[in-house]
């Protein structure tokens, strides 16, 4: 299987992935022009689409797609099911596509309905988790988006996070702002902001990089927990999580 990005909008990525055929799948295609290019250029046969969760950003392509596709399986949340949605997903289902079993799990935060789309080694995770980073709390709780990251970071360190925005670059200017002396966090700004200077992208990561520069992911690190200590003290990880939740908002 072959894993594709396309750009949309001023920072989305529709991701793709084909096998060797030409069969496809797409996730979260918010505008249908730039898939239906790269279908005809890549003589791709889309068989199924996957969504995370119901933001325009995300679906907005899917009834041009379907109506030029009419047999694709558009898999989705409850909250997707006006969206063009044709298959209701939920925690703990899985789902078979280009014969690659994909685990569907909820990650409630960004919206209340959002799920996960996970086969190994690639998760498609919408707008949870990006790199250095985790979605705004547009519908949910603290608690569920900490929850939800947990849930993301019990997957193996090899696992492929395809997120859905190029944020990657003000995610880590605001990491160091928080630990302006963490190597590990010094070193990916340097590698993401030569990237971004060339126009290139900085997707996927992984998650053992994650664990290393995403301070989202880091609520039990001792030099986190000992710079929070600075403004207030916090004794529960999900506490921690919503202080840089909300430093974040206003940053």
């Known amino acids: 299987m072959n894993l594709n990005s396309i750009p949309a909008f001023q920072d989305n990525y529709i991701w793709v992935l ?29 068989e199924a689409i996957l969504l995370t969760h119901h933001h325009n950003d995300h679906v907005g392509g899917v009834a041009e797609l379907h109506r030029r596709f009419p047999n694709l399986i558009v898999y989705g949340p409850e909250e997707t099911r006006n969206k063009g949605t044709t298959k209701i997903v939920a925690d703990g289902d899985r789902i078979n596509i280009l014969e690659h079993e994909f685990h569907v799990f909820a990650t409630p935060g960004h919206t209340s309905g959002h799920v996960c789309f996970y086969s190994a080694p690639w ?30 970071n019990a997957l193996p360190e090899d696992t492929l996070i395809c997120c859905a925005h190029e944020y990657t670059l003000s995610n880590m200017k605001f990491a160091l702002s928080v630990l302006p002396h963490d190597v590990f966090i010094n070193e990916y700004y340097r590698e993401v902001n030569e990237l971004r200077v060339k126009n290139q992208m900085t997707l996927p990561t992984t998650l053992k990089k994650e664990r290393k520069i995403n301070l989202f992911l880091r609520t039990d690190d001792i030099d986190l927990i000992n710079e929070i200590d600075k403004e207030t003290k916090l004794l529960q990880s999900e506490q921690r999580f919503a202080w840089l939740r909300s430093k974040k908002d206003n940053f």
């Open 18 to 46: 084909n096998d060797e055929t030409g069969r496809c799948l797409i996730v979260d295609p918010g505008e249908a022009a730039p898939v239906l290019k790269a279908i005809e250029a890549n003589n791709w046969q889309p």
């Open 123 to 152: 998760l498609f995770c919408g707008d949870t988790l990006f790199s250095g980073g985790c979605g705004r709390l547009f519908e949910g709780t603290a608690a569920q988006m900490y929850q939800s990251l947990q849930r993301i």
